[in-house]
């Protein structure tokens, strides 16, 4: 199912936000083998930088130093999606959870891509979290849900298109994602 971006949408890019759980890298992968495109994650960038796990690093040296690393992260992928980019070039941006938290984040991208929300309801990310231990924020159920409920928000503010994704297959919803990229 290769489809190019319409000429309408100067942006070949797709940046995924949503809530830790909602697919993001699933989706991610399918948009890249129906698009072509290069995929890339910017939390494994943070990982191979900082050569330790998410957990690691918040655990030990904190999640201010987490989400500096992250916007460092950002402008690497941004400034090098402007360098590359073209109408023949596509890109998959899967953006950690918290991308949202900084506007200089969403400033770049935007700049670069389509931002795409996928949309989970908490309890389906809870059921899909259930035996992931690797998410440092996810292991107070009721911090977890106060911190869902304020980046759904930010993810509805920022998101050029919004997809809901609870009972939807990822095929599914990447082709919903292109159809909507490429709706008049």
Known sequence: MKKVFSTRNRKNNISLIGFMGSGKSTVGRVLQNYLGALFIQSDQLIINKEKASISEIFNNKGEVFFREREIEVIKEICDNLKLVSGPSKKNVIDCGGGVILNQININRLKETSVIVFLDVKFSEILKRTKNDKTRPL?????????????????????????????????????????ELINKP
């Open 138 to 178: 996810l292991r107070d159920k009721a911090k977890a849900k106060r911190l869902y409920s304020f980046r759904r928000l930010l993810y509805n503010e920022y998101a050029d298109i919004k997809v809901k994704a609870d009972k939807k297959t990822p095929e599914c919803i990447a082709r919903e994602i292109i």
